[in-house]
């Protein structure tokens, strides 16, 4: 595997086409930016999405290690969103300087004052393009088949039927063009093939205008019921662009719908609440067990508001061991390297509030190996970081768990030149040579 | 059904939805035209296959029929072939102005003179587009999975275990630049999982590069014991644009391996030999069963050479009744209406050798219906026809008949304005309001 150049060059063309092939047969395709159309009608300029054709071995130990945190993880996510006033007053500085988040804040209020009750409570990592986008053929029909999308569709489906109604849909909230839509028509084909749940798309504009509220609380959309909303949309501001779409989350949130994930449990995921439980006695407020405590805390990276004069100091004299992120969703703006130095000496100048709209991350390095990436049926050499997806659902009804474990995983492996191609996770673990680390989203290091 | 505008427009746009997203996840996709290394690199610019989204009701008595004909015109056409004086003599004056057809009575007579024995004989109607593109999503779904590709797939493992080797590969004659290539690799895909048989895609180029004939007349590809070829490509003179193919189609034809068609196979196919069997008594030679020599009869539509006085002046009194076809395969240039008076008037004012390159046919009037045609993901309403094609295989080694079924069938709908598009069939089924036709490419005929 390491020795990537002594590969056989017929049988690398081989693998690539044979792969290629696989891909096209089995619907594991996206739409091609370059073709106008490709984002909105299905099957219209469709090409192979992007995946490594080699997998890279990874510690048996440290899949084990993911395994027994996600329900202890998913434990964790459910105490802090039911936590209203630990949301509110961790957020409380970052709602001033990041319009998005406060925004959401707003919401959550709403649901707070109202003491609106989410007795049917369900969490699950957002199925994401990297769990899709990997590994020889057989191994992609696995996952695809097998694993990420049929175990995350029964997730679905059982959060429906704890809904109990069987004429209400499940409604996956969308963009208005989206080039990845092909997982979402996979989950919801095997939603309808194996559970016989119908699924409707709607963008949040559309659920506006089409959307309504009984006074029992259930939703609506176009005239159909609503059992479950999956957001495929919604976590990052240019998901709102008017007043519409901030009014289709409200509706949504005041319904009684499930929603995955409802506002309460999108605010336990941003990385200032991260940051928050990683500060001391902070664990201990949510969980019990001395030991789910400990395997929480010792696989945190370090992660530091850029309030704390020792962290700062550290970080301007060794920047290449930090990284900074904002605040907000979205990924892809992290600060590296002398520019953390440089932002962090800005901030330190100014002295205003906007420091709140980042966090402070221990910077991780993980195993670098050579691998090969497809794209537009090309086949070229990189750098790549392995990096295991591990999907956990969390299902409650009330004081009944109904399902907390893992529901499939995903090893991802991506190029370091490609990166800004891919999407951003809502929750994974990364690995270098010795921990399992959680994080918010990709760990986009470059060497 | 035959009030179309009255459809639902919601019901509609669903179903075309439906459709897409069933194309796109189950690989009922081409390369699309417009995007540049679509036909050469699998997995780029790919499209859904052009499909009609409703069926069109079919008579079950005809479907009947064309079942209970396929095994009769299997044998028929397998002594035809073993007729080597029949197909030279019935094709004589073709050669003279065909030049394809010429080389391939060429490869014909080469191999009268070394005597060549097929021991193994391996006849299928060509699987093609048309039957991959038509009706809902769930028939949709039975056709490609259960009926057409499996079986081909199977008459083809069928032969390959005839051969005898475990260790030879199928191979496919493919064009360079092939957009139709996913329905191909759907049957490789298919005979790799079912029946654990490798395949190889080589063009004729290709084949003259790396081909060889052992002296036991082996047929090595690459290196690769060839067990079956099965052409998708050399049925037109385009697919030989130089001596190269030329050797390659005499190398195979010379090796035991299975060819799907053999030569004789090629030539007992075309539409002189149609004509020949149409004529008082020829049937006879070949066919003994009268009941069997009547049903064939029954189902020919007139064919003839315009070298028949009484015809040529019919024609020209009645022009609408016949159509023109060029001897020579490939299709698309057909003579109709007022053309078919003006060509034949021309031939016999020049008085040439001309008029053996064409046959005179009676035009054949299906049934016309409006139909909903899916093309480029948009939908359009248009008048169409349908099609039953119904796909032989015959298979036999010395003595022993192993395979003489239909495999398979398709109803395709072909939209009257858009009939350019699709590919010619090798052989087919038509069907007007009374009759069952045999015809050896599409009925293009419009009102």
Redesign the interface.
Known sequence: MSDLHNIDPELLQKLV?DA??W?????L?VG?KN?Q?SGT????????APFALLPVSFPESHWRQACELAPIFNELVDRVSLDGKFLQDSLSRTKKVDAFTSRLLDIHSKMLEINKKEEIRFASQELNQSILVNILDWILERFLETLAVSQFAEALAKAWTEYNNPRAVAMVVVQPEEHNM?DQ??I??VLKEKHDVTTVRKTLAEIDAQGELLSDGTLLVGGQEVAVVYFRAGYTPIDYPSESEWRARLLMEQSIAIKCPSISYHLAGTKKIQQELAKPNVLERFLENKDDIAKVRKCFAGLWSPDDSNIIKDAIDRPELYVMKPQREGGGNNIYGDDVRKTLMRLQREGTDEDAAYILMQRIFPTVSPSFFMR??ICYKDFGISELGMYGAYLRNKDKVIMNDHCGFGQSIFGLTTLHDLITCYLEWAVDKEHVFIITEQLLISQ
Chains 1, 2 share one sequence.
């Open positions: 086409y290629l092939i891909s096209s047969l089995h619907g395709v091609d073709v159309r009608v299905p099957a219209v300029g469709m090409v192979h092909y028509h996979w919801c084909s537009y049926g």
